[in-house]
């Protein structure tokens, strides 16, 4: 559901930044309008226990952080029953490097982006902080995006723990169950 926007604010929704064979990856993203300066980035990755929710979960907070002045995306990823990790973690880094890419069109500061996320989404970004400045998918000979900020929000971040390991979203994400997998 697209949210309904202020006056002051620029929605750029359904935008395509990945395809594959069989699937579309889309952000929504919000600016604030008529800016005369490159804007941060914030980028948002929602939870949903890998394998659930999509990019709409965080557009109310798009549309705050673009009215206090922030170029502010939503993405999407594929979720577990759709590829296996490391996909998702792929998919938030190419979708960080198509915003840099596209940088001079949304007049974003390709030098100040944020990653932000809950539960899932908390520890996809965790996951990309570590490994920020490794290539992507799409940019395989080059560094990958550099970041500015992680948030995550109750982000899953031990996922050997015996109280979490076995639950069934961990074996859907990872695509095998601990006692097959551990050093996965």
């Not at 919000?30 to 929710?53: E, R, Y």
């Not at 979708?95 to 030098?111: E, F, G, R, S, V």
């Not at 390991?165 to 695509?175: I, M, Q, T, V």
Request: hydrophobic share 40%; proline share 7%; aromatic share 12%.
């Amino acid at each position: 559901m697209n949210p309904a926007l202020p006056d002051s604010v620029s929605g750029n929704l359904d935008v395509v930044f990945q395809k594959g064979d069989n699937y579309e990856l889309k952000l929504n993203l919000f600016t604030p309008k008529n800016s005369d300066k490159a804007l941060p980035q914030v980028v948002m990755v929602h939870g949903g226990c890998w394998i659930d929710g999509g990019r709409v979960d965080y557009n109310y907070y798009g549309v705050k952080l673009a009215q206090l002045g922030y170029a502010a995306a939503t993405v999407d990823y594929r979720v577990a029953d759709q590829a296996p990790y490391p996909a998702a973690v792929d998919d938030v880094r190419n979708a960080i490097q198509w915003l840099k890419d596209k940088a001079n069109t949304y007049n974003i500061d390709p030098d100040r982006i944020a990653l932000l996320g809950g539960s899932a989404g908390g520890h996809l970004v965790e996951l990309i902080g570590y490994a920020a400045n490794t290539p992507t998918e799409l940019h395989p000979t080059g560094p990958g995006p550099k970041l500015k900020a992680i948030v995550a929000f109750y982000g899953w971040s031990d996922l050997t723990d015996p109280t979490v390991r076995d639950f069934y979203w961990n074996e859907a994400f990872l695509g095998k169950k601990y006692a097959d997998a551990p050093a996965l």
